[in-house]
């Protein structure tokens, strides 16, 4: 009854969308919602922090949505805040449930009991993690590419970001060594390899566990969210990135069949 009550608690860890009935790519965006379930009390912080960037992934969900339309891809998306549980990060790493995000000290994480620890994991990341497993399982005669969408901000700890897209990967390079061979000549946008967030920063926790042990070609996007915040933006962004997406993902194709 009490692992019960703790689900309602906690609300909706993953949403699944499905926009065709043989999904080719799959787009995950872990970073898509700041909702902090009630119980937590907002985790210490004020109204106004939980709207930044140390909460959520700003404009990324929009994105991914009308990416995974674009494509008629499969979606799955995270439906609490990355301060919660950062969806991207194992059990085990420090940052998966963060004491400070940038210059914000986050007062609920300060000093976390085990049982609060394993309860996050338990209702955020394991729903998470497993609704991705089982939707790549379903759908994986059909699967070719997984997507993983976030954003990052103009300027972090007092400096300024000139990169405006980056393409990042894991142990499995192949898509985005392709990404970066075919930026698309009208894009006019500074694209980056493994800017401003590479493996080494933890990043690739998602595309290491869900796709590369499938064999599934991935890759993580970056886009500074001052360039996806209206929704004219996000539908732009989200087109230019699927044109861009299975440019790379017909080069990767021609590559293995040649």
Request: charge should be negative; include cysteine.
């Amino acid at each position: 009854m009490e692992s019960q009550k703790l689900i309602r608690e906690f609300g909706p860890a993953v949403h699944v969308d499905l926009s065709g009935n043989l999904p080719d790519v799959v787009v995950v965006c872990e970073h898509a919602s700041n909702r902090v379930p009630d119980h937590l009390e907002n985790l210490g912080l004020d109204e106004e922090a939980l709207t930044r960037h140390i909460a959520w992934d700003p404009g990324a969900l929009p994105v991914a949505q009308a990416l995974a339309d674009h494509m008629s891809a499969l979606l799955v998306y995270g439906g609490i805040s990355r301060l919660v549980y950062d969806c991207n990060r194992p059990p085990e790493a420090a940052d998966a449930i963060p004491a400070r995000s940038e210059v914000f000290d986050i007062p609920a994480n300060t000093g976390i009991s085990e049982a609060d620890r394993a309860a996050r994991v338990r209702n955020v990341y394991q729903p998470f993690s497993d609704t991705l497993a089982g939707q790549i399982v379903k759908h994986r005669t059909s699967l070719e590419l997984m997507v993983t969408m976030h954003s990052f901000t103009p300027t972090y700890r007092g400096r300024e970001r000139e990169v405006q897209i980056g393409i990042l990967h894991g142990d499995d390079d192949q898509m985005a060594q392709a990404m970066m061979r075919t930026i698309p000549a009208d894009l006019e946008l500074n694209v980056q390899l493994n800017e401003p967030y590479a493996a080494v920063d933890g990043v690739a926790h998602t595309l290491n566990v869900q796709a590369v042990p499938h064999g599934l070609p991935n890759v993580m996007i970056e886009v500074r969210n001052d360039l996806i915040e209206a929704s004219m933006q996000q539908a732009e962004m989200a087109r230019k990135l699927a044109d861009w997406i299975a440019t790379a993902k017909a080069s990767l194709n021609e590559g293995s069949a040649s």
